[in-house]
């Protein structure tokens, strides 16, 4: 499994690398306000699903362009282009991510950045690996040399005073915080630990499945709003390398408890 997987991630990254660079904004179809795809990001998605259903025909497939909403036993999460308006802009900051869940656990999940050739992927219990070598997070403590990670909520912009209020706070405490505009690859490099927090609201599972089981097995910490386990069906996220999670939770907690799900 985890090797049709990384076999479809890689099909996936090396069309979407072939193609970077020739979609602009007004060729991109809008799903929801300031929320784009393009026909890459469908036929990344087509290239994906193929290749996992020649493999496994009985599987069931949750995948963000074509709405396909299968549940129950195994089930394929697919991000074919996280990172969209990235890369209508050409702005090197995109990837594919894909997951598998056994009754709904996520097992593996693969992570490929084409434009740097890095295939993030981890098997549950097996843990995490960049390539063959095997990744951690950091061992950061201090909020004042941390750095951080985030994503704006362009899908949600009437969280976005509550949003702006729990950035300030949060900066005021760290070394630096950094919006890049793919998830998944943020997620990943909080796992390999080139950074060491995150928080986010309102994401889409297929946003979360993959990385959130890199970070796990790479040591981290995730958990919704809340500080509960499993954020992938709120879609509000904090990530840390375990170290840093009160920290961001405190914040969190204070400026959104009573206004957003956990």
Not at 55 to 84: C, N, V
Not at 148 to 165: H, I
Not at 171 to 195: E, N, P, T, Y
């Amino acid at each position: 499994m985890i090797k049709t997987a990384i076999k479809a991630a890689k099909e996936a990254g090396k069309f979407i690398k072939q193609n970077a660079g020739t979609i602009q904004s007004k060729n991109a179809d809008r799903k929801l306000a300031f929320d784009f795809v393009t026909d890459i990001d469908k036929e990344s998605e087509e290239i994906i699903i193929d290749i996992i259903k020649k493999e496994f025909p009985d599987h069931k497939i949750l995948a963000e362009e074509s709405l396909r909403q299968e549940s129950g036993g195994f089930r394929w999460i697919i991000d074919p282009l996280d990172g969209t308006t990235n890369f209508i802009h050409n702005y090197p900051a995109f990837a594919v991510s894909i997951a598998l869940e056994k009754d709904n656990e996520i097992i593996l999940g693969v992570v490929y950045d084409p434009l740097r050739d890095e295939l993030f992927h981890a098997e549950k219990g097996k843990g995490a690996f960049l390539d063959n070598t095997p990744i951690h997070v950091s061992a950061i403590a201090d909020p004042g040399v941390a750095l951080l990670a985030t994503g704006f909520p362009f899908r949600s912009k009437e969280y976005l005073d509550l949003y702006l209020k729990s950035f300030q706070q949060l900066f005021k405490q760290v070394s630096g915080i950094r919006r890049a505009g793919s998830v998944a690859l943020d997620f990943c490099h909080l796992a390999c630990g080139r950074c060491d927090g995150f928080w986010e609201i309102k994401l889409g599972p297929w946003d979360i499945a993959a990385g959130s089981l890199i970070i796990k097995e790479a040591g981290g910490l995730i958990t919704d709003f809340a500080n509960e386990d499993d954020p992938m069906w709120t879609g509000n996220v904090i990530a840390s390398n375990g170290l840093l999670h009160d920290t961001i939770f405190q914040v969190v907690n204070e400026v959104f408890k009573g206004h957003i799900d956990k």
